[in-house]
Structure formats: structure tokens, C-alpha cells
């Protein structure tokens, strides 16, 4: 398994650009999050997702979209990139069963600078 | 609200050195309690867990014990290597909140020869 994967791994944006980050897992697992990492702060999470077709805000939300038509797939969407999104994105995963216990499992990152 | 707090770094040690990184959490109900660890250009790995008090999550030679009397979640190591210099973030988990996590703002560990 190659676990969850992103792309790109950098990406430079001009103010007013949008772009997707792109985020695979292929552990076959229901939930899925974005969360965004600013330096020398811990992880906010964006958006998440509990399975195909079903989608919820996180704690910032606000500039950022997302969907979820495929169980492996779960793409970030920036609107109108702003200086203040500026940061590392992480996309996790995690298993259905055994509730709050279970691990979720984390991409590399995405570093993304706008500019 | 629910929210961690760790304590600030960097932390600088000798390598053998024994480690601890403070953690504590506030929460309604009854979390569960993770150390997840970030190496240099890497994304985040779990480093060990706990899911209810008095519970002692381990891996790797690090060791937290979960104490729900002093809502702390304590990370430990007895001799630390220049390996283990990293980032490390504590979080907790709440069923009722769709399993989302909240990180603490995690603390840098810098290990020396």
C-alpha cells in the first residue's frame, strides 16, 4: 500500500489563483481530512469527510472547498488564494471502525507559498 | 473548549539524556489521547496512544501515561537518540466530535552527539 499520498509536493500561487491539492489514499478507509500546518503552530483542521458523497467543515474553513465523489479520493480546493493560506496542507485518513481509538494516517504535506 | 497544550521549544539535549515533554489537555467528556511525531520534511506518524485513564501508550522506547486526575498526557523517554530529534505534536480525540483531532502546537526536540 502506498498509504495516502499528495500532489504537488510545493507549489508556488499568485495572489487571486486557484489551484486543487490533491490527496489519495488506497487503504480503502471512510474518513478523510485536510488540515493545514502555519509555522510553529499545531494543525487546524479545514475539512473533513466521513465517506463518499458527504462532506463538513472543520475549524477553518473560509477560502477553501472540497468534494468527495470517490471513496480514495479527496481534493482541496483554493478559490482566490489569499497571502494568509500560505502554509503546509496535510491530508489524513482513517478506518470506519473502533471510533476515536483508531489512527489516523497522515500524507507528507504540501507546501504551498502565496505570493 | 477542548485544546491541548504542550510545552514550548525547542528542546535541546545530549543524546542519552533523559526526555520528557509536558502535555495537557482540557476536554468535555472522555478523549482519546495520541503522540504523533514529525521528522524534518516529513508528514506526521503516530508514536503512540491511549484511550482511557490510567491507560500507558509505548513505542519505540517513548512512554505517556494517561491521567485523567491531572488531565495530563506526559511524553517520556529514558535515553534519547540524535535520531529522535524531531517535531512532536500531543492530541486528543472526542467520539461525539466525529473523531476530528486537536493538536497541541507541538514541541521541537533537538538531540546532540
Known amino acids: 500500500n502506498a498509504g495516502v499520498t499528495q500532489t504537488p509536493k510545493f507549489r508556488i500561487l499568485k495572489i487571486g489563483q486557484s489551484m486543487t491539492l490533491q490527496c489519495t489514499q488506497d487503504m480503502n478507509h471512510n474518513y478523510m481530512y485536510w488540515y493545514r500546518q502555519d509555522p510553529g503552530m499545531g494543525l487546524k483542521l479545514i475539512y473533513y469527510?466521513?465517506?463518499?458523497?458527504?462532506?463538513d467543515k472543520g475549524e477553518v474553513p473560509n477560502g477553501y472547498n472540497v468534494s468527495r465523489s470517490t471513496t480514495e479520493d479527496f481534493p482541496l480546493r483554493l478559490e482566490l488564494a489569499a497571502p494568509s493560506q500560505t502554509s503546509v496542507y496535510f491530508c489524513?485518513?482513517?478506518?470506519?471502525?473502533?471510533?476515536?481509538?483508531?489512527?489516523?494516517?497522515f500524507g507528507p504535506g504540501t507546501r504551498l507559498l502565496v505570493l | 473548549g477542548n485544546s491541548v497544550t504542550q510545552m514550548e521549544g525547542p528542546v535541546t539535549l545530549s543524546e542519552e539524556a533523559f526526555l520528557t515533554i509536558n502535555c495537557t489537555y482540557t476536554a468535555t467528556g472522555y478523549p482519546s489521547l495520541f503522540w504523533y511525531v514529525q521528522y524534518p520534511g516529513e508528514g506526521l506518524q503516530l508514536l503512540l496512544k491511549?484511550?482511557?485513564?490510567?491507560d500507558k501508550g509505548s513505542n519505540k522506547g517513548f512512554e505517556a501515561t494517561y491521567r485523567k486526575e491531572t488531565t495530563s498526557f506526559h511524553l517520556e523517554k529514558g535515553s534519547v537518540q540524535v535520531s529522535d530529534s524531531a517535531v512532536y505534536f500531543c492530541?486528543?480525540?472526542?467520539?461525539?466530535?466525529?473523531?476530528?483531532?486537536?493538536f497541541g502546537t507541538g514541541t521541537r526536540l533537538q538531540v546532540f552527539p
Open positions: 489524513a485518513s482513517r478506518r470506519l471502525a473502533g471510533g476515536t481509538q483508531e489512527t489516523q494516517y
Open positions: 492530541a486528543l480525540s472526542l467520539s461525539y466530535n466525529t473523531d476530528k483531532l486537536i
Open positions: 469527510s466521513v465517506g463518499a458523497g458527504i462532506t
Open positions: 491511549a484511550t482511557k485513564a490510567d
